[in-house]
């Protein structure tokens, strides 16, 4: 409701934005949560062609999707618009950041200490696994034990001397006490299966490789179903399609939100979003959690009723060290004979596995990272092999031609299963396929601002980290090599050293003051009470590892700190 007052509003519900609510909204403060994107119960995610071309975030032509692109100078980054933000399209993977790698280094070579530590951050890492309730990936249970890229991978690794583990994984495989079963319904502590924020069932994993492009199963432990739903249960409001436009503190204290509504009719109508009617509220606090491009934008654009923001603000910007690298013709000998080697990418969760390389500062030679098998939905087996195989347009043409021939004859010996089977071909291109998936210390050295066109604007440079990621090319193709297959790397590096990240950090960094950062160990804007950044942006520098676990302890940290002191 237009010119309501809350105790906090917050802005994004993310892994920053949903730790905040509940644990705000449980301790007894009026909270709402803005978050531009929709709500995506179980089935609601995109899968048909259509849907998958409309399935971005852009408005003004009538697109309110899942997934959004900024493209900068020298990176792109992926990121979402939805209830429940990042966790609708992640990787599931919750790993403590390293003891060792809370360690900003500078591109002068100088290096801080982040002003926070990873004993602090222990009891925060706790209370998130509560929540989210992470599970390991059964590799020793059927029919999980037959997901051929986790164990090609475990064994490449060991071969090329590698530290590979299996890590927690928000994805529920199985009931609490149970043994994992693909598809059984999920029961909440109650004993209910409905009981959730959508009021829908869920179901175990179905090792069918969606979890990026959302589970329509539910299995995913998405933060809808954990956080969200218990802040609404608190009495958190929830408000989705409500795009915030502006901020600026009030006379007195407290800040004024101004934000429009998507409507849910306007979806597939280019329209003219810049007209919608702005509505505004207030809050004795604000809390940012859009995520590192969107708190970064939003408070550039709005510096003017900030002037003694940090001069900081939008520096040491990080992918986090993203890099892709696809293993393809993975071969085994048997038998003497040098055959294709299965690895099944498309089977599994995304990401079932990884393997760590240690930092600098950990007994390593350069900077550390981690590398992870990765994995795609079953349909992108059938574009890989078109794709990859000119021939597989001839087959096509010959599998129709064969058809209509039986059509036309109403013969039943047209031989259509073999010539379905030499339509399919022998299938080895996207069954010999392996993502994988690096991150971890690359150096922090993006700048973000504002464009002429009033636009973000950011500009990294991979020159900085060029011994990183040397050196993540390197450990990926040596897996490459154990899989008997050849490292094809990121198109868009190979031509033209540019980078894609689906893990962006930084541009409101934490520091001991504001010389440095933006914000304070607790997340407090410096100079602005009540005023609290929750997102990946605070980051000093990148995570190392998958960075959502360390966002939501960290915001779990920020929220710990406003209910014991009142916040500013």
């Given amino acids: 409701m237009s010119g309501a007052h809350f105790d906090a509003v ?59 692109v900024w493209s900068f100078d020298g990176i792109d980054g992926v990121v979402s618009a939805g209830l429940g933000g990042g966790s609708l399209i992640y990787a599931n993977v919750l790993i403590r950041k390293d003891e060792q790698w809370f360690v900003q280094r500078r591109v002068d070579g100088s290096s801080r200490a982040w002003p926070v530590t990873r004993a602090e951050l222990d009891p ?83 090792l069918c490789g969606e979890c990026d492009v959302g589970c329509n199963f539910g299995s995913k432990n998405t933060l809808d179903y954990n956080y969200l739903t218990e802040a609404a249960k608190a009495g958190a409001e929830l408000w989705d399609r409500c795009e915030v436009r502006a901020v600026a503190p009030l006379d007195g204290g407290g800040y004024r939100v101004d934000f429009v509504r998507h409507r849910a009719e306007d979806e597939g109508l280019p329209s003219a979003p810049l007209e919608l009617p702005v509505e505004r509220i207030t809050g004795t606090r604000l809390i940012l959690s859009a995520g590192t491009f969107g708190t970064g934008f939003l408070l550039l654009k709005n510096r003017r009723q900030f002037p003694g923001l940090s001069d900081r603000l939008g520096q040491f910007v990080s992918g986090n060290g993203d890099f892709l690298g696809i293993v393809r013709s993975a071969h085994e000998q048997v038998q003497g004979k040098r055959v294709a080697r299965p690895l099944d990418p498309s089977h599994g969760s995304v990401i079932t596995s990884t393997v760590r390389v240690p930092d600098v500062d950990d007994g390593g030679d350069g900077p550390g990272f981690y590398v992870q098998d990765g994995g795609y939905p079953g349909f992108v087996d059938w574009l890989a092999e078109v794709a990859d195989e000119p021939g597989a347009l001839v087959r096509a043409l010959k599998f129709a031609a064969k058809r209509l021939l039986g059509r036309l004859t109403r013969s039943q010996q047209t031989d259509l299963d073999g010539a379905l089977e030499r339509l399919i071909g022998d299938a080895h291109t996207s069954s010999s396929l392996l993502p994988l998936l690096g991150m971890g210390m690359d150096t922090p050295d993006g700048v973000m601002g504002l464009g002429s066109d009033g636009m973000l604007s950011l500009k990294l440079e991979s020159a900085s980290s060029s011994e990183y990621f040397s050196r993540v090319i390197e450990t990926m193709q040596r897996i490459a090599q154990e899989l008997g297959g050849e490292l094809v790397k990121d198109p868009l590096w190979h031509l033209r050293k540019r980078l894609i990240t689906v893990h962006p950090v930084g541009g409101c960094s934490m520091a001991v003051g504001k010389e440095d950062g933006v914000v304070n160990k607790f997340g407090e804007v410096f100079g602005y009470p009540g005023l609290v950044i929750a997102d990946g942006s605070v980051m000093p520098g990148p995570v190392g590892p998958n960075p959502s676990f360390t966002i939501a302890a960290l915001a779990d940290r920020f929220a710990q700190h406003i209910v014991e002191t009142g916040g500013g």
């Fill in 10 to 68: 917050i802005v994004g519900s993310g892994f920053g934005g949903s730790v905040m609510a509940y644990r705000l909204a449980t301790a007894g403060l009026t909270v709402c949560v803005l978050e531009r994107g929709k709500r995506y119960p179980p089935g609601s995610f995109a899968r048909s062609p259509r849907e998958m071309r409309n399935n971005f975030w852009d408005p003004s032509s009538g697109r309110q999707g899942l997934f959004q």
């Fill in 124 to 206: 925060h890492y706790d209370n998130v696994e509560g929540m989210l309730k992470p599970q390991h990936f059964p590799l020793d249970k059927s029919p999980y034990s037959e997901t051929l890229k986790t164990k090609a991978f475990r064994d490449a690794a060991a071969r090329a001397g590698l530290e590979w583990s299996l890590p927690p994984l928000a994805v529920s495989f199985a009931q609490p006490g149970e043994d994992p079963v693909p598809g059984e319904p999920i029961r909440g502590e109650n004993g209910r299966t409905t009981d959730n924020l959508h009021h829908r069932t869920r179901s175990t994993c179905r």
